[in-house]
């Protein structure tokens, strides 16, 4: 697989999204070979951004593809940001959480917004184990367990909590936004569902904590079999004036026109997912009845 063809294919589609302006792929690998930069980690995507004056360098990898139908591509594309006080923007960053069109957020972006929560979350809830090597479960009182039953590991005569991987704790019913009744008391550094609302404008810069870790990422693969896929690609095809034989259809069958479409998705789900959304467009569409 070509990686140029799809970092072409994926600088067109979104040098089409309204408020982008994307340095072609030539000029940026003008500049990589003049100043020999191999982008083999964050700093090196940082300086390429510097140096091209962009706010962001996108890096990508083909993680599968194959041509034949039904056609398949998966892709991971990481956004690097010029300046290291930017942080990760979760997915659900940015969404109407704790307002009335919260209910309009589509059921895919609420599990991903609940996923990423979580994930970061059970950081928290990492056991530390030092000194203890294969700990024997028999070795465990079965005395040592929480209200719902699950069982505390003992460390050095300390019993460690595990409340809150408790699967008896109920989420919110109105979604991310609120605390759990009876679990106000949450460890240092929990991520508090809340964060996914932007903070209001601050009268100074906050304070600038380095991070390496790109702004944006998003991984997912494709296949021209999925329903929902080829749902999105009918779509994509009706709203261009594509005077080509075969239909939406063809798209599968050309590597071309697959990827482009591939890198569309792409990009729609990523934007999509922290708030980046454009307004929904109702489309009358005529059928003659005889």
């Given at each position: 697989?070509?990686g140029?063809?799809?970092a072409l294919?994926y600088?067109?589609?979104?040098?089409?999204?309204?408020?982008?302006?994307?340095?072609?792929?030539?000029?940026v690998?003008?500049?990589?070979q003049?100043h020999q930069?191999?982008?083999?980690g964050?700093?090196?995507?940082?300086?390429l951004?510097?140096?091209?004056?962009v706010?962001?360098?996108?890096?990508?990898?083909?993680?599968?593809f194959t041509?034949?139908y039904?056609p398949?591509?998966?892709?991971q594309?990481?956004?690097y940001a010029?300046?290291?006080g930017?942080h990760?923007?979760?997915p659900?960053?940015?969404?109407p959480?704790?307002?009335?069109?919260?209910?309009?957020i589509?059921?895919p972006l609420?599990?991903e917004a609940?996923?990423?929560?979580?994930?970061?979350?059970?950081?928290t809830?990492?056991?530390?184990?030092?000194g203890?090597?294969?700990?024997?479960p028999?070795?465990?009182?079965?005395?040592?367990?929480?209200p719902?039953?699950?069982?505390l590991?003992?460390?050095?005569g300390?019993?460690?909590?595990?409340?809150?991987?408790?699967?008896t704790?109920?989420?919110?019913?109105?979604g991310?936004i609120?605390?759990?009744?009876g679990?106000?008391?949450m460890?240092?550094?929990?991520p508090?569902?809340?964060?996914?609302v932007p903070s209001?404008?601050?009268?100074q810069?906050p304070?600038?904590?380095?991070?390496?870790?790109?702004?944006?990422?998003?991984?997912?693969?494709y296949?021209?079999h999925?329903?929902?896929f080829t749902?999105?690609?009918?779509?994509?095809?009706?709203?261009?004036?594509d005077a080509?034989?075969g239909?939406w259809?063809?798209y599968?069958?050309?590597?071309?026109d697959?990827?482009r479409?591939?890198?569309h998705?792409?990009?729609?789900?990523?934007?999509?997912?922290?708030?980046?959304?454009?307004?929904t467009r109702?489309?009358?569409?005529?059928?003659?009845?005889?």
């Open positions: 697989m070509d140029r063809q799809v294919a600088y067109n589609e979104l040098q089409v999204v309204p408020g982008f302006e994307v340095v072609p792929v030539g000029v690998e003008r500049v990589m003049e930069i191999a982008l083999s964050p700093q090196d995507a940082r300086r951004a510097q140096l091209l004056g706010d962001a360098v996108v890096i990508g990898a083909i993680t599968d041509p034949y039904p398949r591509c998966a892709l594309v990481e956004w010029a300046n290291p930017y990760p923007i979760p659900g960053y940015g969404l959480w704790g307002t009335p069109e919260e209910k309009e589509p059921a609420v599990f609940e996923f990423a929560l979580a994930k970061e979350q059970l950081k809830q990492i056991p530390t184990c030092s203890v090597s294969g700990a024997n028999a070795s465990i009182s079965p005395a040592a367990t929480d719902s039953g699950a069982v590991p003992e460390a050095a300390q019993t460690v909590p595990a409340a809150s991987l408790s699967p704790i109920p989420l919110p019913a109105d991310l609120g605390s759990v009744p679990h106000e008391a460890p240092p550094g929990w508090d569902p809340r964060g996914f209001p404008p601050s009268p810069p304070t600038c904590w380095p991070s390496d870790a790109p702004v944006l990422r998003h991984t997912q693969t296949n021209g999925d329903i929902e749902e999105a690609l009918a779509s994509y095809y009706f709203f261009r004036d080509r034989f239909g259809q063809s599968l069958q050309r590597s071309d697959f990827i479409f591939c890198c998705m792409h990009i729609s789900e990523m934007l999509s997912a922290r708030g980046g959304a454009g307004e109702v489309v009358w569409r005529c059928f003659g009845v005889r």
